[in-house]
């Protein structure tokens, strides 16, 4: 007795949901720009790696005879796949069948996905495009109820963030429970010209008597990039795809492991000779700290994230004689490098990024305090700040700071992680203290000035005084700053630096959940 005629139901069945939503969505999927679910898959993963789980799920019609008659697939696949070697779990929405709204999804399908990822501590590819689980007005008539809303798995999604990398891609309309999972990642990106973001779209928006507006309005990515919701943008979903996979190369596939070493590409003690004049001698004046990072890490391994918003302090990930590492620098071209509320934001992220992950941080400075005034005032400035030092301070992993040039003020302390010994060296050109010498002159010699017969020569008398105090190198005789260095050895102090950072590393899980 033969199994054949099962075997062949089984492959019609396969490819039936291979179909998709059928020739006529799949064609209107390519009129926008997008590729379908399957064109991703096999675009991201390593050829031939995917492996589907519950490709026959879905609903079937049938006819008296119980012989299936149509079917229509689950808008929702996944798999085991491998990245650059590395398996992964990988899912995404079909919105080729009904949009990829829950009406056409199988809810077990989601939460199995994510629940492997965390059982098996392996980090998870999420490509979204529509709601991504999320309820429709169809669904209480199906169900003859409605529900009080319980997000029932969402504790696996969140348990994930302490255990393996997630990704997630905006890669078409994303709303409602779709963008949260986009949200609840460690990374994310969404595509300009082909995807959106939002909580909820026009339709609803404007029955809410919010407005008339468009999907663009809502959720463009343009918004989405520079206010933090989604950490960077793409023209396409190839660029999306590589981006995705680059991330992943500098994490660990889950906390129990070390962050993976490449053959270094760059000489470790290589010197970079435009950086010992890099730095004007006018404070006044700026330059690019991106020249500096360049300089510094292995050539080409810099990956910047969240470079639309937050733009006052650069944030990414790097490599140090093929170690990766977290690294930040102020950017003395917006607000000259001044701490915002939201460049704090994208400071603790990154922080908490690599206490999660194991990776060393660096942190190249040249910090003139929080930023002041009315409008960093009513953002909450000190309450964002404060959340970045003490992520800073409870951070696990070895720290070390370069000082450029400026470190004033709490945000200033940043060169320094409190409770911990660690690696701290300054260039010729730092300039530090509670707050800059040319803002605080005149309020602490407020009545001296004034008794002056001449106000304007005794200010500048005070200022040429002090200005022969502030040297560095007064510092470094009372142990102040532990070493001044010549610019151009800036690499192969990091890089000495790393090596040992790599001994002192452990897979113990942090102390706190990761938050997204």
Not at 12 to 41: S, W, Y
Not at 69 to 77: D, E, L, Y
Not at 260 to 269: C, F, M
């Given at each position: 007795?033969?199994?054949?005629?099962?075997?062949?139901?089984?492959?019609?069945?396969?490819?039936?949901?291979?179909?998709?939503?059928?020739?006529?969505?799949?064609?209107?999927?390519?009129?926008?720009?997008?590729?379908?679910?399957?064109?991703?898959?096999?675009?991201?993963?390593?050829?031939?790696?995917?492996?589907?789980?519950?490709?026959?799920?879905?609903?079937?019609?049938?006819?008296?005879?119980?012989?299936?008659?149509?079917?229509?697939?689950?808008?929702?696949?996944?798999?085991?796949?491998?990245?650059?070697?590395?398996?992964?779990?990988?899912?995404?929405?079909?919105?080729?069948?009904?949009?990829?709204?829950?009406?056409?999804?199988?809810?077990?399908?989601?939460?199995?996905?994510?629940?492997?990822?965390?059982?098996?501590?392996?980090?998870?590819?999420?490509?979204?495009?529509?709601?991504?689980?999320?309820?429709?007005?169809?669904?209480?008539?199906?169900?003859?109820?409605?529900?009080?809303?319980?997000?029932?798995?969402?504790?696996?999604?969140?348990?994930?963030?302490?255990?393996?990398?997630?990704?997630?891609?905006?890669?078409?309309?994303?709303?409602?429970?779709?963008?949260?999972?986009?949200?609840?990642?460690?990374?994310?990106?969404?595509?300009?010209?082909?995807?959106?973001?939002?909580?909820?779209?026009?339709?609803?928006?404007?029955?809410?008597?919010?407005?008339?507006?468009?999907?663009?309005?809502?959720?463009?990515?343009?918004?989405?990039?520079?206010?933090?919701?989604?950490?960077?943008?793409?023209?396409?979903e190839a660029e999306a795809f590589e981006r995705a996979k680059r991330f992943l190369s500098y994490l660990p596939s889950s906390t129990d492991?070390?962050?993976?070493?490449?053959?270094?590409?760059?000489?470790?003690?290589?010197?970079?000779?435009?950086?010992?004049?890099?730095?004007?001698?006018?404070?006044?004046?700026?330059?690019?700290?991106?020249?500096?990072?360049?300089?510094?890490?292995?050539?080409g391994s810099f990956f910047e994230i969240g470079c639309k918003w937050g733009k006052s302090i650069t944030t990414g990930l790097a490599r140090?004689?093929?170690?990766?590492?977290?690294?930040?620098?102020?950017?003395?071209?917006?607000?000259?490098?001044?701490?915002?509320?939201?460049?704090?934001?994208?400071?603790?992220?990154?922080?908490?990024?690599?206490?999660?992950?194991?990776?060393?941080?660096?942190?190249?400075?040249?910090?003139?305090?929080?930023?002041?005034?009315?409008?960093?005032?009513?953002?909450?400035?000190?309450?964002?700040?404060?959340?970045?030092?003490?992520?800073?301070?409870?951070?696990?992993?070895?720290?070390?700071?370069?000082?450029?040039?400026?470190?004033?003020?709490?945000?200033?302390?940043?060169?320094?992680?409190?409770?911990?010994?660690?690696?701290?060296?300054?260039?010729?050109?730092?300039?530090?203290?509670?707050?800059?010498?040319?803002?605080?002159?005149?309020?602490?010699?407020?009545?001296?000035?004034?008794?002056?017969?001449?106000?304007?020569?005794?200010?500048?008398?005070?200022?040429?005084?002090?200005?022969?105090?502030?040297?560095?190198?007064?510092?470094?005789?009372?142990?102040?700053?532990?070493?001044?260095?010549?610019?151009?050895?800036?690499?192969?102090?990091?890089?000495?630096?790393?090596?040992?950072?790599?001994?002192?590393?452990?897979?113990?899980?942090?102390?706190?959940?990761?938050?997204?």
């Open positions: 007795m033969s199994w054949e005629e099962e075997i062949n139901e089984l492959k019609r069945r396969e490819q039936l949901a291979h179909a998709m939503g059928g020739p006529d969505k799949v064609a209107r999927q390519h009129e926008f720009n997008k590729l379908t679910i399957r064109e991703r898959i096999d675009a991201v993963a390593d050829g031939g790696s995917f492996h589907e789980i519950g490709a026959l799920a879905g609903v079937g019609s049938y006819d008296d005879d119980g012989n299936l008659t149509a079917f229509t697939p689950s808008n929702f696949v996944f798999g085991t796949a491998d990245i650059d070697g590395r398996p992964v779990i990988l899912s995404g929405d079909d919105f080729t069948v009904r949009g990829g709204s829950a009406d056409a999804s199988i809810p077990g399908k989601r939460a199995q996905a994510e629940g492997l990822a965390l059982e098996l501590r392996l980090p998870h590819l999420r490509l979204v495009d529509g709601m991504g689980g999320g309820g429709s007005v169809k669904t209480i008539e199906m169900a003859g109820r409605t529900y009080i809303p319980e997000l029932k798995g969402w504790e696996t999604v969140v348990q994930h963030l302490g255990v393996a990398p997630s990704v997630s891609l905006a890669l078409g309309s994303v709303a409602g429970i779709g963008a949260a999972r986009v949200a609840t990642s460690h990374y994310s990106l969404i595509v300009k010209s082909s995807a959106q973001m939002m909580i909820a779209g026009p339709a609803l928006v404007d029955w809410a008597s919010l407005g008339d507006v468009s999907k663009e309005e809502l959720g463009a990515s343009k918004i989405h990039t520079r206010n933090g919701a989604i950490d960077d943008e793409v023209s396409t492991e070390l962050p993976p070493v490449v053959e270094p590409n760059d000489d470790p003690a290589r010197r970079e000779d435009a950086l010992i004049d890099l730095v004007p001698k006018d404070p006044r004046k700026i330059y690019k700290m991106r020249t500096v990072i360049d300089a510094v890490v292995d050539k140090l004689d093929g170690v990766p590492v977290a690294l930040f620098a102020e950017n003395p071209m917006v607000y000259g490098g001044a701490w915002t509320a939201d460049a704090c934001k994208k400071l603790i992220r990154l922080i908490d990024l690599a206490s999660t992950f194991h990776l060393p941080l660096v942190h190249l400075e040249d910090c003139p305090g929080f930023l002041i005034g009315k409008s960093s005032e009513e953002t909450a400035t000190i309450r964002f700040g404060s959340q970045a030092r003490a992520a800073l301070g409870q951070s696990p992993v070895p720290f070390c700071s370069v000082v450029v040039r400026k470190a004033f003020g709490v945000a200033g302390a940043a060169n320094h992680k409190p409770g911990s010994h660690h690696i701290r060296v300054a260039w010729p050109s730092g300039d530090w203290g509670s707050l800059p010498i040319e803002g605080g002159i005149e309020v602490a010699y407020k009545a001296e000035i004034a008794e002056a017969e001449n106000p304007d020569e005794h200010l500048q008398k005070i200022k040429e005084r002090l200005n022969r105090v502030r040297s560095p190198f007064r510092s470094a005789e009372y142990f102040e700053i532990e070493e001044i260095i010549d610019p151009r050895d800036t690499r192969a102090v990091l890089t000495r630096w790393v090596k040992l950072a790599r001994r002192a590393l452990n897979t113990q899980p942090p102390t706190f959940w990761y938050r997204p």
